[in-house]
């Protein structure tokens, strides 16, 4: 029986980057005592509750446990505060679908080669890709000048080259990657920080 001198959980939300994700909460203040926390996880097809391996902590967080690290699944998360034998009301997650809630972060630049005239860019994703992903890379570069304009290409392989760029010329570019999913939408990624570098001389 939920106890009304203990409140609920509050600011329940799912932090959720590059499909690692888990589920965070404010901590729940009383006057004196230690609360814990208790967290639960269904999936939006089953009507049972199970256990996330978050039980009695103290930890104001819990990972989701590798059973529903399902892209594409619909989760529902639930947790409570816990004082001796006082149990909160459980404060409940809306309905989470990783691909379509996570964020993704920028790609990762491994390596940038140049030349006179070109700038060749290697970069990985910023996840570990499933068989069947459709991956898409968008490349924006500038001349680092205060009047250069942008220019933007766009590819699904993880190396890029910029060509016709001048030669001994201070060049910068941003990625980002863009992930197809189910609903034929792309999930849109996180810019990476500007990287400048100077093509060579010839």
Known sequence: EPSPHLPAPKD???????????????????ENGSVLYTAHCKTGSYEKWSDMGCAHTPQTQCGFPPDIRRRRWTILLRVRAELGPLTSAWAHTPPFVAERDTTLGPPKVNNVSVSPDSLLISVSPPFTPEAGDI????????????????????????????????????????????????????????????????????
Do not use: D, M
């Not at 329940?12 to 690692?20: D, H």
């Not at 990625?175 to 034929?184: E, H, T």
């Open 135 to 202: 991956l898409q890379y968008r490349v924006s570069y500038w001349e680092n000048t205060t009047s250069a304009t942008e220019k933007k290409l766009s590819g699904s392989k993880t190396l890029f080259q910029i060509g016709n760029l001048k030669e001994s010329t201070l060049y910068c570019f941003s990625i980002q990657v863009r992930l197809k999913i189910f609903s034929g939408h792309w999930l849109e990624g996180e810019q990476s920080a500007p990287e400048c570098h100077r093509t060579a001389l010839s």
């Open 12 to 30: 329940v939300e799912i932090y959720s980057y590059n499909f690692q994700s888990l589920l965070r909460w404010s901590p729940v203040p009383v």
